[in-house]
């Protein structure tokens, strides 16, 4: 077992490492931290999910050209599933790592190995050129894609977290969520632009390398970020009073941590198939079913992960005010609500409408929760596990929470002849799990 952590479960009464900083230097350690959490996790998020827009708009025809427009995006989405299935292992490898040698170095090698995935997908050979090749090399690069994101997010959020004041956890565990809706912002963003910039031939034979290659760039200004920030007070007095876990996998999913665990696993169902369906699916839905423009509806989804954006710090807020449990409750409900609304929205076939249904499901109601959900896993288990516990709870709900959500809509929709009203059923079916695990989790629970 591990031994419980002190005080309040995230800085320990025990050792203080920064007991004699002035506060000069705790604001520029802070700031420090501030930038290293949100730089970084918008950079390994813009890479994840850069594949997610290529596969709804690139890699179906140049990575699967010898199939119809419904399979090519099956197979497109099915590569983009992969690597959620292979970020738990990721994320019990860097988990362990994280919970052994420290949150600062992991998430320096799990950038740098992310970044060198998507790089290599700028230059790689398509279908017409190598033949069934490349899709395997695609499959390959996707694969150290989700192992290297497998250690990312829960690193992030406790280099945030257990840096943070103790009445401003809320706030700081938001921050690695507001990295996420930059990354997808921008990665949209950037696709939208390339495809302003050239024409469809052009766009297709190289235009969209280029959102690939610029990720070298960003890898190294984030590298160089990460290295300045100081190991969490958690860790340091875990690692100064030797209470490491030596087997921290068998602590999370043993009592008395089993609850937890559990409880976590179906908590982030609805957030993860949502997260999916309106920042990913919807690309294709839209371009697909409704025949919408690819730009304009890049530039919706755009606009909604910046409205995500700026209000996931007041979810963080919130959380701090009333308690993150109850704000991601609040959250997950409003969502559940709002899933068939918003697909009739979208059964109108207008840009404007579809937008505003986009920005209300995604910019508002998702950041309620979202903004919550950082702080609640990680008070989910004490400091010598807790880099594990998130990784466990956070991945391996991604297999079935994330990465099959667009591949399940699509064949939902097939089955219903075009229609999604069975697929926002699955949808509804997800949330309602999320909300009755969310409210089993009892305040007794937190260690925050």
Known sequence: MSPPSGGDGVTGQVVDAFADETDDERRRRLRTVVAASLLGTTIEWYDFFLYATAASLVFNTLFFPDTSTFVGTMLSFATFAVGFVVRPIG??????????????????????????????MGVLPTAAQVGVLAPILLLCLRILQGFALGGEWAGAVLLAVEHSPKRRRGLFGSIPQVGLALGLALGTGVFALLQVIFDDEQFLAYGWRIAFLVSIVLVAIGFVVRLKVDETPAFQEVDALAQKSSAPLREVVVPPNTRNTVLGLLARWGEGSAFNTWGVFAIAYATTQLDLARVPVLAAVTVAALVMAVLLPVSGLLSDRHGPRRVYLAGMIAYTVAVYPVFVLFGTASLLWFTVGLVVVFGVVHALFYGAQGTLFASLYPTPVRYTGLSVVYQFSGIYASGLTPLILTALIGAGHGTPWIAAGYLVATGLISVVATKLIRPADLHL
Do not use: N, P
Request: net charge positive; charged share 15%.
């Open 91 to 120: 994320g019990v490898v860097f988990g362990h790592i994280g919970d052994r040698i420290g949150r600062k170095r992991t998430l320096a090698v799990t950038m740098v190995l992310m970044g060198v995935a998507t790089a290599l």
